[in-house]
């Protein structure tokens, strides 16, 4: 029996989330959402990501109403990608994906380290403060660099994320 293109006529709740988001660049999108990435020249700089491909994703995340396009300037007119609820919801997804890639992929070094904004604390495995022991949402961490992470990278956005932050925290890119 061939596989199929999509995930359809099954009845599970892991396949049907793939439709969404199982696409390869899909929760890089995402990622960079959650880290205050919000428009569309941004996201193409710091993926590397195909324009048309780009396209596409944001428009699979707009319809499936995990980013919300806004208005930011009229004239020329445009728009920022912003994440919603169902954005924030993936922020676990995302953070023990790239936990288990650290974990169980040879030579995977953690680009970006995750703390509790208000103690400093590195999170636990699940998200949660071991010195608070606070369920911490993306609203209240921190992200530094990591080991891995490039010191000097060449785009502006990539520049940006350097220094530490808040999730959800708009970058502002060096736009000279």
């Known amino acids: ?16 989330a793939l439709e969404i988001v199982g696409e390869r660049w899909t ?35 707009l319809d499936a109403g995990i980013l919300e396009k806004r208005r930011y300037q009229e004239s020329p007119p445009r728009d920022e ?17 790239g936990q288990w890639g650290r974990e169980n992929v040879p030579g995977t ?10 103690c400093g604390t590195e999170l636990g495995a699940y998200g949660e403060c071991p010195a608070c022991g ?7 961490v921190e992200m530094r660099p990591g080991p891995g992470l490039n010191p000097d990278p060449e785009d502006p956005v990539s520049r940006a ?9 708009p970058v502002e890119a060096d736009r000279a």
């Open 81 to 97: 990608y912003v994440p919603t609820d169902r954005a924030l919801a993936l922020w676990p997804v995302l953070r023990s994906l």
């Open 134 to 140: 606070a369920a911490v949402p993306p609203k209240d």
């Open 109 to 118: 070094q953690s680009m970006r380290t995750f703390h509790h904004a208000r």
């Open 161 to 169: 994320l350097l220094a530490p932050r808040r999730l959800l925290q």
């Open 1 to 16: 029996m061939a596989l199929g293109k999509d995930y359809a006529d099954q009845e599970c709740s892991i396949a049907r």
């Open 27 to 61: 929760l890089l999108v995402v990622r960079d959402a959650l880290y205050g990435v919000r428009r569309y020249n941004d996201f193409l700089v710091h993926l590397r990501i195909p324009r048309a491909v780009l396209a596409a994703r944001l428009q699979t995340l």
